[in-house]
């Protein structure tokens, strides 16, 4: 197994490179040193201010004991102290932050949550799309559609972020996990805070209740994924929707700003599959709907949302990916984007039209003082002369034969 390992990822490695190397000490004096000569960015403030009153929020917040919420934020603590651990789990700080957040909405008190929206999303719906594509798409039912459209919703979802993170790992630049953390965090985190001041019904709700107003003591709904539980026996997806830390979370979709910010970053490091990125997002798009359990404009604003946080990733955090690299190890330097050198209307000095006309042309006379000089004419043949090639530095041949012509020589100037 080690050998293989080496031949597919080990075998173009540049000598004496470190930049794919990983950290395996445990020594926490190692990040103590690193914090001391850590001079942070005013982005940096603003990431870390910004995560950490979230936690302190959910820390003051969530029900649990204060003893339970001391010992896991000490345990999260060692990890970041701990080299080995800390060049994933600080790196993943987004992610726990939206988790924890996530999990501690349900005991939001009611008294400070806004009313849930019951028809605006169906409304919106009809207008932008003429109808309720998600009543379109679940009017037909059978088992053999149950189970395509389950598998990218209850089963892919789950388990694609963690697919994602491994072959960018292994197979993207040095860093890209690091950015893939931040960018995926960041877009469920703000999902979370959108559906939480936004708290809107998905379809099944309108199934179920119509449009009749909804209160924060009902209990959620697996939507089409009830089936599942009967096709297999089980009671997963009846239990898990139905005590959701977020019900009315209809807007955005999270399902859609996750498989749209897998298909980015995996467009990002292996474009040649862009098509079947596309398909997967599709394909979840496609069973959201059928399951009930988002409107199309809601898997609109998840895209949308992962799309404007991937660029701003893309643009501050993510290296370059190199097309001729099929491993992290092949890296001999990392090369972050370049925002200047993308733009198509920046100046560069190798740019040909930067470049100084080296000959200079001097003339002598005037046009407009001529006397006896018939215009220039499209008729006359050898004796006409663009305008354009006469101010031109690529047409020199016929600039020198004007301006040495005996006709122009002749005439004489009247003062």
């Not at 690091?178 to 309108?206: D, E, H, S």
């Not at 955005?252 to 596309?278: D, N, Q, W």
């Not at 039209?353 to 046009?367: G, I, N, V």
């Amino acid at each position: 197994m080690s050998e293989l390992f080496k031949k597919w990822f080990l075998s173009k490695r540049p000598a004496g490179s470190r930049v794919a190397n990983l950290e395996t000490s445990f020594d926490v004096n190692i990040t103590l040193r690193k914090l001391k000569r850590y001079r942070p960015a005013v982005s940096d403030l603003c990431h870390y201010g910004f995560l950490g009153s979230v936690l302190l929020f959910v820390f003051i917040v969530n029900p649990l004991p204060w003893i339970f919420k001391i010992a896991l934020y000490f345990f999260v603590g060692t990890l970041f102290m701990l080299p080995a651990t800390s060049q994933f789990f600080f790196n993943a700080l987004p992610i726990l932050t939206w988790l924890a957040l996530y999990f501690t909405s349900s005991s939001f008190s009611v008294d400070y949550r806004p009313p849930i929206t019951v028809q605006v999303l169906p409304a919106i719906e009809t207008i932008l799309y003429g109808d309720n594509l998600s009543d379109i798409l679940a009017t037909s039912e059978n088992k053999a559609m149950d189970l395509i459209f389950w598998l990218p919703y209850g089963i892919f979802h789950f388990g694609a972020p963690f697919v994602v993170a491994a072959i960018l790992f292994l197979c993207g630049p040095p860093t890209i996990l690091r950015g893939y953390a931040f960018a995926f965090g960041y877009m469920n985190l703000f999902g979370v805070m959108m559906q939480n001041l936004f708290p809107a019904a998905p379809p099944w709700y309108k199934n179920l209740y119509g449009l009749s107003p909804a209160n924060y003591s009902m209990k959620g709904s697996p939507g089409g994924l009830a089936r599942i539980d009967e096709y297999f026996g089980i009671n997963l997806y009846t239990s898990g929707f139905s005590n959701s830390a977020v019900i009315f979370g209809a807007f955005p979709s999270l399902h859609s700003g996750c498989a749209t910010m897998e298909a980015l970053f995996f467009s990002y490091v292996f474009p040649k599959l862009r098509p079947l990125f596309i398909f997967y997002v599709c394909w979840l798009w496609w069973s959201t709907m059928y399951l009930t359990h988002h409107y199309f404009v809601d898997l609109m604003a998840g895209s949308v949302l992962s799309y404007v946080i991937f660029q701003y990733t893309k643009i501050f955090h993510l290296p370059v990916a190199d097309g001729s690299m099929y491993s992290r190890w092949g890296y001999g330097e990392v090369v972050k984007f370049n925002l200047y050198q993308a733009d198509p209307l920046s100046v560069s000095p190798n740019d040909i039209e930067s470049l100084q006309a080296p000959l200079t042309l001097e003339t002598d006379f005037e046009l407009n003082s001529m006397n006896n000089s018939a215009s220039p004419s499209i008729f006359d043949n050898s004796r006409s002369v663009s305008r354009s090639s006469g101010t031109s530095n690529t047409s020199l041949d016929i600039q020198e034969e004007v301006f040495s012509s005996p006709r122009l020589n002749n005439k004489q100037r009247i003062d």
